[in-house]
């Protein structure tokens, strides 16, 4: 836990800058004040796993904090071959940076494509706060590190800025990975997809699912044949409903608004409140 004071915190070899080591998982970390800087190692998150490891049960309330991944682990969450699991920040001024595959706040790579493998990012709340999260090349701001999915992500205020990096969605998957399970209950939420992948929603090759805006203003913005909201290139984007809020959606060029990317199908769309732009 780490409440006051100004912390510099760079892991050594293949650990974190502050969770775990070498092939070590990164939990129960508190961060409720200071100012705070971590940075990875090799294949290591800022804040949570170390190369093959998980970043979980991370909890930010309050201070300056700025998390950067290197190489293929995420900002904050997991390492190359971890996930990123119950994440939550409620305050504070954070700043979340992916290494070359990890997402800035989620997963890191995925390693191989079976099951398995990491990559994911699941169960991460922004309840408030300023947060800007950034993937690198093949990861997702919000979500997914290459090949990674993300779900569960619920954001209910603040302001959040999450941009992909070149081929992941700004908030779901990264690069082949979809996003799922997707709520926005509140604050002011600016997604922008990398190249061929949803603002909200999947990566390159990754469909978007099961997505609600509820409140809030949200601005999504697909990347060149992303969808705005749903998904990316040649897949598509289902179950998606905007029952209240401001919502802008900018799909990407041959791409829908809200439903499927280029050359990708939109099913169960619904509208049911709210003031959309497109």
Do not use: P, Q
Not at 16 to 27: K, L, M, R, T
Not at 31 to 49: F, H, K, M
Request: charged share 10%; aromatic share 4%.
């Amino acid at each position: 836990t780490i409440s006051s004071g100004t912390v510099i915190a760079m892991g050594g070899g293949y650990g974190a800058g502050i969770g775990g080591g070498h092939c070590g998982d990164g939990s129960n970390i508190m961060i409720n004040g200071g100012t705070v800087t971590a940075t990875g190692g090799d294949y290591a998150a800022g804040i949570g796993g170390g190369h093959s490891g998980d970043g979980r049960n991370i909890t930010i309330s309050g201070g300056i904090v700025i998390a950067t991944g290197v190489y293929d682990g995420s900002g904050i969450g997991g390492g190359a071959g971890g996930n990123g699991n119950n994440i939550t920040i409620s305050g504070g001024t954070v700043t979340a940076i992916g290494g070359e595959s990890g997402a800035g706040i989620g997963g890191g790579t995925k390693f191989g494509c079976c099951e398995g493998g990491g990559g994911c990012g699941n169960n991460i709340k922004i309840i408030g706060g300023t947060v800007t999260a950034t993937g690198g090349g093949y990861g997702t701001g919000i979500g997914g590190g290459f090949r990674g999915n993300g779900s569960s992500i619920t954001i209910s205020g603040g302001e959040v800025t999450a941009n992909g990096g070149l081929y992941g969605a700004g908030i779901g998957g990264g690069h082949c990975g979809d996003g799922s399970n997707i709520m926005i209950n509140g604050g002011t939420v600016t997604a922008t997809g990398g190249d061929y992948a949803a603002g909200i929603g999947g990566g390159w090759h990754g469909s978007g699912s099961d997505i609600t805006i509820n409140d809030g203003t949200v601005t999504a913005n697909g990347g060149r044949l992303g969808a705005g909201i749903g998904g990316g290139c040649a897949r598509s984007g289902n179950n998606i409903t905007i029952s209240g809020g401001k919502v802008t959606a900018n799909g990407g060029e041959h791409a829908d608004s809200i439903g499927g990317g280029f050359n990708g199908s939109g099913s169960n769309i619904t509208i049911k409140d709210g003031v959309l732009k497109m």
